[in-house]
């Protein structure tokens, strides 16, 4: 059964979420909490394989408190589920290592994706998160002198898009091994040193 906790300062909105699991049995809530010190709290309680929590909290907020969890309790997967959806708060989270990030107006079936994508592995960002990726991708802010073929551009806007290597491979007609070398092309030019990174980059940047 997965463990989870939910952190978010409000009750009600807590409790509405609590709601999604009441018939999905491979899913259990651990615990509640109303700020980030009751997170780490539960931490040392309990067992919990996910946390579900809000940026804005009292006491310890989001970003903290997933900073704290990252080193602590490096095995338990964060999924972000907030109001905020501007490019700063993706950026720094990304930069934190959180697994997930998803607006407040997700749906039930959006949030289980999630629980599972996170907990196989993988990163995950709702649609609605995924949009601003791609708005950044025209935006005229600064230029990067980091120059990235047409081919490196689509890559990465399929791995922002969370597709993996051979999904990648097979909307775009070309071996995995192509896009793996594609894939460390692109670390090696943004200078990232995983993923995180280059969704970072392709955030901070548009594509000349």
Do not use: W
């Amino acid at each position: 059964m997965i463990q989870i906790i939910l952190a978010d300062d409000h009750h009600v909105f807590r409790e509405g979420i609590a709601s999604f699991f009441d018939e999905a049995a491979k899913y259990k809530i651990a615990g509640h909490a109303a700020n980030g010190l009751e997170v780490i709290d539960l931490l040392k309680e309990n067992v919990a394989d996910v946390v579900i929590m809000d940026i804005s909290m009292p006491e310890l907020d989001g970003i903290a408190t997933a900073e704290i969890i990252k080193k602590d309790y490096p095995n338990v997967k964060i999924i972000m589920l907030t109001m905020h959806e501007t490019q700063n708060y993706i950026r720094k989270l990304l930069e934190v290592g959180v697994d997930g990030y998803l607006l407040k107006t997700t749906s039930k079936g959006e949030l289980y994706e999630a629980i599972d994508k996170v907990l196989a592995g993988n990163k995950f960002y709702g649609g609605d998160v995924q949009q601003i990726f791609m708005n950044s991708f025209n935006s005229d802010k600064v230029v990067t002198e980091i120059k990235l073929t047409r081919r490196e551009k689509e890559i990465l806007e399929l791995i922002c898009n969370e597709l993996n290597t051979n999904e990648i491979a097979e909307k775009l007609f070309i071996s995995a091994y192509t896009v793996e070398t594609h894939r460390k092309n692109l670390l090696s030019k943004t200078g990232s040193k995983n993923v995180a990174g280059l969704v970072r980059f392709a955030l901070e940047n548009k594509f000349t």
